[in-house]
């Protein structure tokens, strides 16, 4: 069964440095998301990407924060500069259609910022 | 802005009861969603019930939908401790995106 696939599992990175989060959604799929969950949190929206260009994203999605879909199947978090608050769980999902079905959520990264 | 709220927090049952989880949201929706999540784990989605519908079935699990109080309810029956996980309520309005609650931690003792 097709799945999203999402590396690192685990990224320990340093305050002020450059993350980017890789995700392979599913193939057939053309709706993309990033959410994240800080430890013992409820799972936040970040952002979503249709067509190449950001769809909708949150207040938590700011400057530090980008995506991009660099090929036909890779699609990217990058953080610019690292605080400590980004320290959470990242989930990346992907869907065939725009509303109404399921989200296929990747298994997470989880990004550490000493 | 719209959002799932889960009770109770946690939950502990004998393997074997059902275990009865509900949410509640604010705004309208097209959609309400349960996921599973097991600890430090990704997201397992459960089921999906539409705003026209009022109840949905599948397997062990029983969800409804009450639009006029905006609330859901997850129902797991005859538990097993495989069934110990957090369970997340997770709304999609009119922006799609999904609004996730708090969630509710599960123990199945055996």
């Known amino acids: 069964e097709p799945e999203v696939t999402q590396t690192p599992s685990h990224q320990v990175t340093q305050m002020g440095q450059e993350v980017i989060l890789r995700c392979v959604p599913i193939?057939?799929?053309?709706?993309f998301y990033w959410y994240r969950q800080i430890l013992g949190q409820k799972v936040e929206f970040l952002v979503s990407f249709y067509n190449n260009e950001i769809s909708e994203k949150s207040e938590i999605f700011d400057d530090q924060f980008s995506v991009e879909r660099p090929d036909g199947s890779n699609f990217t978090l990058k953080i610019r500069s690292t605080k400590l608050e980004d320290s959470a769980m990242y989930f990346c999902?992907?869907?065939?259609?725009?509303?109404?079905?399921?989200?296929?959520f990747g298994p997470g990264t989880r990004l550490t910022v000493t | 802005s719209q959002q799932g709220e889960e009770d109770p927090q946690a939950l502990s049952i004998q393997e074997g009861e059902n275990a009865t989880m509900n949410c509640s949201y604010k705004?309208?929706?097209?959609?309400l969603q349960w996921y599973r999540q097991n600890s430090g784990r990704g997201l397992v989605h459960l089921i999906l019930i539409r705003s026209n519908e009022r109840e949905k079935h599948s397997g062990r699990l029983r969800v409804t939908l009450d639009t006029s109080k905006k609330s859901s309810s997850l129902l797991i029956t005859a538990s097993r401790a495989a069934d110990t996980a957090s369970y997340f309520c997770?709304?999609?309005?009119?922006?799609?995106?999904?609004?996730w609650g708090a969630g509710t931690k599960l123990i199945i003792k055996p």
């Open positions: 705004t309208s929706i097209n959609n």
């Open positions: 999902a992907s869907r065939v259609m725009a509303s109404g079905d399921e989200q296929y």
């Open positions: 997770a709304t999609e309005g009119h922006l799609y995106q999904l609004i």
């Open positions: 193939s057939n799929h053309l709706y």
